[in-house]
């Protein structure tokens, strides 16, 4: 599937999801996160990076729903809707392993989130035909997990999460276990659908590379508590390829975002949350009014 031709500004409207002073504290006094500001708007592709233990997967799972701040709101697109239900973005999941059943064939599994939802069966298999085709899984439904590769068994569980059309992707480090040259043929992929659906993604990554190749914006956080740091642009235009992997502007992103990393590991970046990062955190460059 073709990707479009898209630049990697900022994006403008209204947020899909807004995140103002969020923290997480767990029941053994573990504070996870504190006071973490995030706007996601439509079509933008934000990676999180950051060092173990420092609320990365803690944050897609209160973005998600499956668990609740203890501090600070998460407002979804319409806060006037009737329920949270109507408010909150259709969206679908990636873990870090694909969570596949083993005694269900393919088609089985990424029907999961339609059996659950009650969609009519006719329905549901067309929506999981048109998933699997979407990852380049046709011919493959009848397959157990065990009958694929790795990077397939990923694909599957992308399609799984793909079948819902979902508005919000969110992708828990989902390619760290595959081998690299398995890893940039699925960062290639995951673009192309991206480009193609314009689906708002959260991606966590511990990869400079991955982050560097897919992103939009790249959001930083400092260790426990977890906290955004500072977030940089990645404004080079799309698609992306192994050219622009091999590129010295590639290159030069990737020693920014190291730099960034290590100055927010040794605790360096404080100004940088209350200023251009908390503002590029809310969709708005450094020095712009946050919208």
Not at 131 to 145: I, Q, S
Not at 268 to 275: I, N, Q, V
């Amino acid at each position: 599937m073709a990707a479009a031709d898209l630049a990697a500004e900022p994006a403008v409207g209204a947020p899909l999801i807004e995140l103002r002073g969020v923290g997480r504290t767990y029941a053994n006094g573990t504070c996870a996160l504190a006071d973490v500001d995030l706007d996601l708007r439509r079509g933008e592709f934000v990676t999180l990076v950051g060092p173990s233990g420092c609320g990365k997967s803690t944050l897609l799972n209160l973005i998600a729903g499956l668990a609740r701040p203890s501090s600070g709101r998460i407002t979804w697109r319409d806060a006037a809707a009737a329920s949270i239900r109507d408010a909150r973005p259709r969206i679908g999941f990636v873990f870090q392993s694909p969570t596949l059943m083993p005694w269900a064939r393919l088609a089985t599994n990424v029907r999961l989130p339609l059996d659950l939802a009650g969609v009519a069966r006719k329905a549901a298999d067309r929506a999981v035909a048109d998933a699997l085709a979407r990852v380049n899984l046709t011919g493959f439904a009848h397959h157990l997990p065990r009958e694929l590769s790795g990077g397939m068994q990923m694909r599957a569980s992308i399609a799984r999460a793909l079948v819902t059309d979902p508005e919000l992707l969110l992708m828990d480090e989902p390619f760290g276990a595959l081998d690299e040259f398995t890893r940039q043929r699925l960062d290639a992929e995951l673009l192309s659908l991206w480009s193609a659906q314009r689906f708002t993604v959260v991606f966590v990554t511990h990869s400079i590379q991955e982050a560097v190749f897919l992103s939009t914006r790249v959001a930083v956080m400092g260790a426990r508590p977890g906290r955004i740091l500072d977030v940089l642009y990645i404004a080079e235009p799309y698609p992306r390829d192994d050219a622009f992997r091999l590129s010295t502007t590639f290159a030069a992103h990737a020693h920014r975002l190291s730099s960034r990393i290590a100055d927010a590991g040794a605790g360096e970046l404080p100004d940088a949350a209350a200023g251009g990062g908390r503002a590029a955190a809310r969709g708005a460059r450094p020095g712009q009014a946050s919208r």
